[in-house]
Nanobody, 111 residues
Framework: QVHLVESGGGLVQAGGSLILSCAAT????????MAWYRQTPGNERELVAS??????YYAQSVEGRFTIFRDYAKKMLYLQMNSLLPEDSAVYYC??????WGQGTQVTVSL
């Protein structure tokens, strides 16, 4: 059984940076996709970035500012977030293989 725990969220000023981490336990297959989603109150969870063996995907709203990377040996997933905007404020969730979710970590970007 896979279990995901996110960390690294917090309060940051606009233009600042944060790095989110997701620690996975259980059987993690490297060919399966891991991803970051985010959700704001009243809205659906949206895909921010995903990491597969072949390539990474980024939502248009974060392309060029966020970088997703994965440490397969340590079963870790990261999201480097630069040039943060207030509209990046959300709860960020780690996802494995489209099925397993972490508990989320809050990111708040102030003006």
């Amino acid at each position: 059984q896979v279990h995901l725990v996110e960390s690294g969220g917090g309060l940051v000023q606009a233009g600042g940076s944060l790095i989110l981490s997701c620690a996975a336990t259980g059987t993690i297959l490297s060919q399966n996709v891991m991803a970051w989603y985010r959700q704001t109150p009243g809205n659906e969870r949206e895909l921010v970035a995903s990491s597969g063996r072949a390539r990474s995907y980024y939502a248009q709203s974060v392309e060029g500012r966020f970088t997703i990377f994965r440490d397969y040996a340590k079963k870790m997933l990261y999201l480097q977030m630069n040039s943060l905007l207030p509209e990046d404020s959300a709860v960020y969730y780690c996802n494995y293989n489209g099925l397993t979710w972490g508990q989320g970590t809050q990111v708040t970007v102030s003006l």
